[in-house]
């Protein structure tokens, strides 16, 4: 199987003074004890996107701590259908920018046509007990992954919700006000529309494609998503944005927006018992993770926006036997290219025959 990502440097990158590594297989296993550098790999890899990567740090955190402070960066090399691309990315002026083929992009999104990044950590393990904040933005990820306009409308929604506070608060124009709500009323039906296509698309994968893993039933709940429901977009605009003259007062007091798509919430449900994830088992919430991000590989691979890359940190000691067996047949099916961690080489027995392996001691990869 041919790789997508062919080639990771890091030069003066958390554990790392430098690191090259080339690939050829779709399948890459890092095995060895905790704390011996495996996940900044995963996490090198991840920061080709435009988000702030797995462990969610600041660029502050990346560099090496024998080396000047703001000197790391990273190179990744990637092949489709025999043609190569060479992405950079590094810290300028205290924020990280990058380049694709040796020329400067003015955003970090440009990645993200080129390649989608998924991962499961152990730090997802409360996904679906923790705030619904962070569900939230786990699953605009996703949706983000489908529809490449819905992280530039969300961002647009942010930014008119704070201007309009700042109106209602200190100008009090009424004009202006209306035209503001009329806007974020549009970019809201927008937004609740692609979430409504992604979760429709989500279902219809899981019904197309036999998984073992527990798939739970999503939802999303909100007084946008109600409305775009009930309505058409005409009126579904006019009903938002009368929402939001209703809620100024209120609006202005808490200095926060009620009628907005980032109050809604993301609900995954057990398919047999309805229970809402929150109540189920550790073990039921894990097979939900893993099915989705199954599933919404799919729905990229089909999508063809960015080639999907999975990184699967530390994920196999918490599955039996059976169900290594398991994810490992359908990562085959897939035929995506997945980064592991773990810390002993038997829990990859599976992968054997097609997996890179690689044991990592005091951030030194020996292949194996």
């Known amino acids: 199987m041919t790789p997508t990502v062919s080639r990771l440097a890091c030069r003066n990158f958390r554990s790392y003074r430098a690191l090259t590594l080339d690939f050829s297989s779709r399948f890459v296993v890092f095995f060895g004890q905790n704390g011996a550098g495996k996940t900044n790999i995963l996490e090198a890899i991840s920061l080709f996107s435009s988000d702030r990567g797995l462990r969610k740090a600041s660029v502050a955190d990346f560099s090496n701590f024998h080396s000047e402070p703001g000197t790391w960066n990273l190179e990744l090399r990637l092949l489709e259908s025999g043609y190569q691309t060479f992405l950079t990315t590094y810290l300028y002026n205290d924020r990280r920018v990058a380049r694709i083929d040796g020329s400067s992009i003015q955003s970090l999104n440009k990645f993200e046509k080129l390649l989608w990044l998924l991962w499961i950590t152990p730090g997802m393990d409360t996904l679906f007990i923790g705030p619904r904040s962070e569900r939230r933005n786990f699953f605009d990820h996703l949706v983000s992954g489908y529809s490449s306009h819905y992280k530039s409308c969300l961002k647009t929604i942010s930014d008119l919700q704070k201007e309009r506070l700042h109106v209602i608060f200190f100008r009090k124009d009424e004009r202006w006000l209306e035209i503001l709500e009329e806007r974020i009323a549009q970019a809201s039906w927008q937004a609740a529309m692609t979430r409504l296509e992604f979760l429709q698309i989500l279902s219809d994968t899981f019904s197309e494609y036999r998984s073992e893993f527990l798939r739970p039933n999503v939802s999303i709940e909100g007084v946008i998503e109600n409305i775009v429901r009930n309505f058409g977009e005409e009126n579904a605009i006019l009903e938002i944005a009368e929402r939001l003259k209703a809620t100024r007062f209120t609006d202005s007091e808490k200095q926060s927006t009620e009628i907005s798509v980032f109050k809604s919430s993301w609900l995954a449900r057990h398919p047999r018992t309805n229970l809402e994830a929150e109540n189920c088992s550790t073990g039921e919430q894990k097979a939900f993770l893993i099915s989705l991000i199954l599933a919404v590989?799919?729905?990229?691979?089909?999508?063809?926006?960015?080639?999907?890359?999975?990184?699967?940190?530390?994920?196999?000691?918490?599955?039996?036997k059976t169900r290594r067996r398991t994810l490992v047949d359908e990562l085959k099916e897939l035929n995506v290219q997945t980064f592991f961690t773990g810390t002993e080489a038997y829990l990859f027995d599976d992968l054997s025959n097609t997996a890179q392996m690689y044991h990592v001691e005091n951030s030194i990869c020996s292949f194996k």
């Open 297 to 320: 590989t799919r729905i990229y691979q089909q999508s063809k926006r960015g080639v999907p890359i999975l990184l699967l940190d530390d994920l196999m000691m918490h599955l039996d």
